[in-house]
């Protein structure tokens, strides 16, 4: 196996040829299984890098994936031992997990970048792959003080990356799989869920601004449950504004070109990027409930119903 992990004190200027020395097509692989939001922000590195393109994802965030042609091929996880007969010029891997990272081993690359398993069976990452990894779970400086410098941080997820690699994020935009109609429309979609993980991302409410925004004369849903991301996407899409958390359908929007109004209550507003599109609402709490995964009331509450209102009406009615 051919391979090489950058140190520290190296970070190489990005791969912008379409050839490597041979004249063969550059090959690169992108590891990002999840989240789907995660997955739908990391598509803006498909803007830069050269060659062919392959990605491993999970199951559910494979149709999202499909039908770009940017990527030479992306595969779900159960699918990935197809791709281990091939020789990649580099690895992107930004997962961290033990799973993944023991992967790595089968497969055949000259560079990687992101997390790998080391001599001792630990997961570390690549040294120019810190300014995005020291902020994760498997930390060098720990979970206490990569929250810490979590919280600091005031640079995108996409300028992370993206300087890591040697680029510069140029307002490059997300990849979206093509949708059909959906069925639901009006002024403004509601995302007033959250997933297990984070149950703080919700915000209490939900239900008031809903009122408040009908009895203003706007169209306003609560996105449903659907059975596909597909179906989802063509929810959000057919709206003309967004109110949500942290969440994917905060990703769909900025992807689609829509105005949002985001609500951050533990997990950091300054990595996402609003591309003109976003008002962020910032729970005066943030610091105390900061990427904790637990449940307390006053981190949903604390932003009060007529502070996110005014902002939306705002918004709807074409102020800034």
């Not at 951050?264 to 729970?283: A, D, M, N, R």
């Amino acid at each position: 196996m051919l391979w090489r992990h950058w140190p520290t004190s190296y970070c190489p200027g990005p791969l912008n040829r379409e050839d490597d020395e041979q004249g063969e097509t550059v090959k690169i692989l992108i590891i990002k299984l999840g989240a789907s939001g995660d997955v739908v922000r990391t598509t803006t590195l498909l803007n830069k890098l050269p060659g062919d393109i392959y990605w491993v994802t999970s199951d559910d965030n494979l149709v999202l994936l499909a039908d770009n042609q940017r990527l030479s091929r992306a595969v779900s996880w159960k699918q990935v031992s197809d791709l281990l007969q091939i020789e990649f010029d580099l690895i992107i891997n930004l997962e961290d997990s033990f799973e993944v990272a023991k992967l790595l081993g089968q497969f055949k690359y000259k560079e990687l970048f992101g997390a790998y398993l080391s001599d001792s069976n630990n997961v570390e990452y690549t040294g120019n792959a810190s300014s995005w990894f020291d902020l994760s779970l498997v930390s060098r400086f720990g979970r206490s003080k990569a929250d810490e410098l979590k919280l600091r941080n005031r640079k995108s997820y996409q300028e992370i990356i993206f300087s890591c690699l040697g680029y510069i994020f140029e307002d490059d935009r997300y990849f979206l799989p093509r949708i059909t109609r959906s069925d639901l429309a009006g002024d403004v979609a509601i995302a007033n869920t959250a997933g297990h993980v984070w149950p703080m991302k919700r915000w209490a409410f939900y239900d008031e601004l809903k009122v408040k925004l009908k009895d203003a004369g706007y169209v306003v849903n609560f996105l449903p449950v659907r059975k596909t991301l597909l179906e989802h996407i063509a929810d959000v899409q057919s709206h003309k504004y967004l109110v949500s958390g942290d969440t994917l359908p905060m990703h769909i929007a900025l992807g689609s070109g829509i105005k949002c109004v985001t609500i951050f209550q533990c997990t950091s507003p300054w990595e996402i990027h609003g591309y003109g599109l976003q008002v962020k609402i910032i729970s005066p709490l943030l610091e105390r409930y900061f990427y904790k995964r637990d449940f307390d009331v006053a981190a949903t509450t604390c932003i009060p119903i007529d502070t996110v209102y005014d902002v939306t009406a705002q918004i709807c009615s074409g102020g800034k």
